[in-house]
């Protein structure tokens, strides 16, 4: 078993990382790598999907929001953006799987739901602009799910306990990590890349307005799908982070411990309780409350028929 | 930092679940839990009630954990289209669903409590969802556990006796299984007891008739890997 970057860095020199990964997983997991590509073939299908459908727009469940992809994706087509088309794509592709995600699509948790975007933005759009092989992106994602596990021995992956750098910083890390791998570097380049993204995340919160997974979580995977993939590029010059990717984790535990509350998904805190967040609140609530009265008036009707039809 | 070998996750718990939205804890997680209440009850369920920790009860409208819990109890899995629907389509099962808020103690903030009823049982379990629709549940029917849905488990309910451990084991040891994990705990001395049995590969029913023919075993309850 693999129990830490550092040990991971040592088994895993001179080889494929994601060769390393694939022979934990067997070994600790008893399913087989053959098992594990074919699913993540799958997944990668599912995430190309997403991504198509999600390029459509469409509102949300709070209806907060929905179009983000259509309209960076409108712009990029007819020309009227300025950053690089790799960039670009990421960005249109994490706001593509979020706003699925918001209408409660069916997506791939990549650790996470709320941080979903992150990962297939960053791996597909690189996909494509660089013409990697489609298996090299699968087996990619391998390397993707094995940054996670090691963190995840030492951190809950979730907003609740840590904040959002447990969510999009642990997607953000994972990604460069994978991108890393996909663009040739070696298992020690792909640990910086991670190492750099997560290091700079650390300490973001989880403030969700109203407590969607909407506002900020959709706009938030396509800034940090751009953040994975510069973390890859340092690391590929070999840029090295001074904290080592242990002890950046240990660091995020223990900052997401010494968050309060309020800044952990509760919704009782940060953009959520804003003058403008707390009004979408109140909003949301009354909906809820409004929805929650028709269907017990529905129930009752229901109630009625039933006892109609047994009546003698 | 010390690492965790019970938080052991695997690539594809990582790199997913496929999953309906918004959110892995909120709707992937709690599907799971009621899908554990559903599996452990064994029987379509008439009435459901959840018990919400004032965290969870805080946020989990907004992120349709109710659809998702709704939908894990009666049978849904976390990638059914469905889920949306799930507290309709529930209702017309005739399924009674109602939702409390209770402090559940210094627990994840992820934490709920489910109590379902069928014709011919009930079941109670308590458990959190701890981020990635991974899942603990802590407490079984009244038994302190250490459950996650990952592996085939067996589950029995005993009499507190010398010799079960080692009964049950040869058992499954006859039938040429690996045992990953092993828990035990009782009520009270002598009195009603429990046990975990994390396996490594499916028993079979004639070995799950086996384990029930042992003296003293009240119930034998066999759950594949929660999906």
């Known amino acids: 078993m693999i129990e830490s970057f550092a040990h991971l860095e040592q088994s895993a020199a001179g080889r494929d990382l994601a060769d390393v990964f694939l022979e934990t997983d ?204 510069t973390a890859a590029q340092l690391a590929l010059a070999g840029v090295k982070s001074v904290i080592p990717m242990d002890e950046v984790v240990e660091a995020m535990v223990r900052i997401g411990r010494a968050l309060p509350r309020g800044l952990k998904e509760t919704a009782e805190g940060g953009l959520a309780t804003t003058a403008t967040g707390c009004a979408i609140g109140s909003r949301l609530k009354d909906e809820a409350n409004q929805r929650r009265a028709e269907r017990a008036a529905e129930r009752e009707r229901m109630a009625q028929e039933r006892k109609a039809g047994t009546a003698p | ?48 009630h959840f018990y919400l920790h004032p965290p969870l009860a805080a946020t989990y409208r907004g992120h349709g954990s109710d659809f998702a819990l709704v939908g894990g109890s009666i049978g849904l899995n976390v990638d059914d289209p469905r889920i949306p629907e799930a507290i309709r389509i529930a209702e017309q099962m005739g399924v009674e669903i109602e939702f409390s808020e209770e402090d559940l103690g210094d627990v994840h903030p992820n934490t709920v409590r489910i109590e379902i009823e069928g014709k011919k049982r009930e079941a109670e379990i308590i458990g959190s969802s701890i981020g990635g629709g991974v899942i603990e549940v802590f407490q079984l029917n009244g038994f302190q556990t250490r459950f996650k849905g990952d592996s085939p488990t067996l589950l029995l309910f005993y009499r507190d006796r010398p010799g079960m451990i080692s009964e049950v084991t040869k058992t499954i040891a006859e039938e040429g299984i690996n045992i990953a994990s092993l828990y035990c705990s009782r009520k009270q001395r002598g009195k009603d007891a429990f046990m975990q049995i994390d396996v490594d590969s499916p028993i079979s029913a004639e070995g799950l008739r086996r384990i029930c023919a042992t003296p003293d075993v009240a119930e034998a309850k066999y759950l594949d890997r929660i999906p």
């Open chain 2, 1 to 48: 930092m010390a690492v965790r070998h019970d938080r052991k996750v695997s690539i594809l718990d990582v790199m997913g679940p496929v999953m309906v939205g918004p959110s892995s804890s909120h709707t992937a997680g709690t599907a799971r839990l009621g899908r554990v209440a559903r599996e452990l009850l064994d029987e379509d369920p008439l009435a459901v």
């Open chain 1, 26 to 229: 067997e070994q600790e997991h008893g399913i087989p790598a053959a098992q594990i590509l074919a699913a993540l073939r799958k997944r990668r299908e599912v995430m190309r999907d997403c991504i198509e459908r999600g390029k459509n727009g469409g509102q949300s469940m709070g209806k907060l929001v929905g179009n983000e992809a259509k309209l960076l994706d409108e712009a990029f087509r007819s020309g009227r953006t300025f950053l690089d088309p790799l960039t670009i794509k990421a960005e249109i592709y994490a706001l593509s799987v979020m706003g699925e995600n918001s209408r409660m699509g069916v997506i791939v948790a990549a650790p996470t739901a709320g941080a979903g975007g992150v990962v297939p933005g960053m791996l597909l759009a690189l996909e494509e602009e660089r013409h990697v092989d489609p298996e090299k992106t699968v087996r990619a994602l391998v390397v993707a799910g094995g940054v996670g596990s090691i963190i995840a021995l030492s951190a809950n992956i979730s907003g609740a306990a840590g904040g959002c750098q447990n969510e999009v910083g642990v997607a953000a890390a994972m990604g460069a990590a994978a991108v890393a791998y996909m663009m040739g570097g070696s298992p020690s380049d792909s640990i910086q890349a991670a190492a750099l993204a997560l290091k700079n995340t650390l300490g973001l919160v989880c403030d969700p307005v109203g407590g969607l997974v909407e506002v900020p979580c959709v706009k938030r995977n396509a800034l940090f799908a751009v953040h994975g993939l």
